[in-house]
């Protein structure tokens, strides 16, 4: 099991956009979706809503909306219309500063009442708006990242949980001689601290970590609380959560090894017959000029598929070699196995419109059994349900995975608490009782 203390399968969604379109009839119109849809997800009990981010426009249009918003402005709005759901934004540590962020998603803590949550990404896009001529490699991207957590954990952590405190009429006063500094001077960041954002009602928002890559696995098993990884097989899964394991007992986490999150690709259907239907569908649906794209995106970049037949595979020679991509190692190694086993273009094309992470096409009695079974043997403990807002999928997520899922007892019916935390069943960040 990815944890020592088994717990029931936690559940989170995507958040709904907030953006306003040139063809909305109301300026709010964006926003009230978004809210609507979070209100579902909370009457549902979904445990969390979870932000993805790319901090550049994708000129190939490969991404669709994803990196159209800010995360945490968006968590932000939706925390005032919801009151117990989990609010992860994605945060780039490559292009973003510890302090910044501490007063950020602390803040975001604050007026969600315990709810925030931070996804950690290194980035793979973006840094030709970042005043970078390249990409980091990896391996800086990375201590970068090392560094950026141990910061942001030192500035929660040295602040006294009493130096704030609010007077009858309402307001607050801050004791100043509550906040210390950290007088922290690396390779990457000098922050001479404290931290003016009060101590959040979690201490620290939930940490989750996503990467692919051996240096994102060891990342994730020294910090992380939950590790977003892609695994499309259940042997790819029971590998990696052995590796997180191995590394996480090296750190001394023998009690609390971080969770194991998974987003399950899908397309539900009625019967088997109606799921076959929506498979043809989709993928009549697909521009396969545009799918080639994407699979060399998908495999680092490098390489120019558009002259390549659909019906054939791929030819080794031309496959990267993943320990010198730059970007995405973890899904180029993914996608170079896929190519590897034989797999055509047009299949790989496929593959590719779900990004190299589970999935499966079935009966809500279907993909029930598929999650049950990584549930059962220990590799998931947060899953990435999709369907929500969809209009073909989200009556069969909502009346036919989800009560499937309740019925066999993998789901949580209901909230545990008022705090993120305590809804993911991890323990509370206790106050550190060494001063800075």
Sequence with gaps: MSNQTRRRLKTLVGAGSVVYASNDDQRRSGIARAASLAKIAEKEKITGLFTADLLQADPDGLAGSTGSQDPIIALAALSQVTEYIGLIATVSTTYQHPYNLARLIGTLDHVSGGRAGWNAVTSSVGEENFGDISLPDPATRYARATEFIEVINALFDANDPASVRRASSGSISIDPRKLHPIDHRGTFFQVKGPLNVPPSPQHRPVQFQAGQSDEGLILGARYAEVIYTSQPTLNDALGFVERVHQHANAYGRHENKPLI??????????????????????????????????????????????????????????????????????????????????????????????????????????????????????????????????????????????????????IDEDYFGEDFRSNLGLSAIKSPSAVY
């Design 261 to 410: 999150m998974n987003s399950f690709h899908s397309v539900i259907g009625e019967s088997a017959t109606d799921v076959s239907r929506r498979l043809r569908e989709k993928h009549e649906r697909i521009d396969y000029q545009q799918g080639k794209l994407k699979v060399a995106d998908m495999l680092g970049g490098e390489i120019d598929l558009r002259d390549f037949a659909l019906d054939q595979p791929i030819p080794p020679k031309f496959l990267p070699e993943v320990g010198l991509i730059n970007r995405r190692r973890g899904r180029a190694d993914i996608f170079k196995r896929f190519a590897l086993q034989g797999l055509t273009l047009r299949e790989l094309i496929i593959q590719a419109q779900e990004t190299g992470h589970w999935y499966v096409a079935g009966t809500p009695e279907t993909l029930a059994d598929a999650i049950e079974e990584r549930y059962r043997a220990g590799v998931l403990d947060v899953i990435s349900l999709h369907g929500l807002g969809q209009p073909d999928q989200e009556d069969l997520l909502l009346n036919g995975l989800l009560p499937e899922l309740r019925k066999r007892q993998l």
